[in-house]
T-cell receptor, first 114, second 116 residues
């Protein structure tokens, strides 16, 4: 079993739709949770970063963390064609120099069509 | 915001030669940097943790003699793929943690390596 599971999709939605992306994990020691967006042949770009369970909102993006269920989500409201990319969830133990040592999900390929 | 730069962004080399990839933190100091590898349509896999002034820590299954990592300064880490083979062709990405930005982790733009 992988430490972090993420449905690779692909996911195709019409412009303006609400997108829901999810990851589950098995290691309860993960403390930090991130969502990255990656365009083709580019490095990952940080979208959201959360530490505790609950919701965090930033513009059209909302990140949810449920540590009891080992489940995290990213919601994108009013999706745009420019949101088309691969979305990666990532997690960290958050201990000293291991903080930046991330375990990634497989990534979900999202296409938002006009 | 903090920026991590990688160079070169893409490189083609002959089988058996060595290739060096640089990772620089442009506006912050990074005592620790990380190197990942990403094969097409797959996720990022951590290869090693690069520590300034000391030896890198490699993940299980990563050959330390093949993937040489040097972190000589607080703003530069290098990854050298020695005696490269076609199976080493991949997307190599580095990251660094920026304490000035609340420990946000930034990634470089990545380096595409093709071994022919």
């Amino acid at each position: 079993q992988k430490e972090v599971e993420q449905d690779p999709g692909p996911l195709s939605v019409p412009e303006g739709a609400i997108v829901s992306l999810n990851c589950t994990y098995s290691n309860s020691a993960f403390q930090y949770f991130m969502w990255y967006r990656q365009y083709s042949r580019k490095g990952p770009e940080l979208l959201m970063y959360t530490y505790s369970s609950g919701n965090k909102e930033d513009g059209r993006f909302t990140a949810q963390v449920d540590k009891s269920s080992k489940y995290i989500s990213l919601f994108i409201r009013d999706s745009q064609p420019s949101d088309s990319a691969t979305y990666l969830c990532a997690m960290s133990l958050g201990v000293s120099t291991s903080y930046g040592k991330l375990t990634f999900g497989q990534g979900t390929i999202l296409t938002v069509h006009p | 915001g903090a920026v991590v730069s990688q160079h070169p962004s893409w490189v083609i080399c002959k089988s058996g030669t060595s290739v060096k990839i640089e990772c620089r933190s442009l506006d912050f100091q990074a005592t620790t940097m990380f190197w990942y590898r990403q094969f097409p349509k797959q996720s990022l896999m951590l290869m090693a943790t690069s520590n300034e002034g000391s030896k890198a820590t490699y993940e299980q299954g990563v050959e330390k003699d093949k993937f040489l990592i040097n972190h000589a300064s607080l703003t530069l880490s290098t990854l050298t793929v020695t005696s490269a083979h076609p199976e080493d062709s991949s997307f190599y990405i580095c990251s660094a943690s920026a304490q000035i930005s609340g420990n946000t982790i930034y990634f470089g733009e990545g380096s595409w390596l093709t071994v022919v």
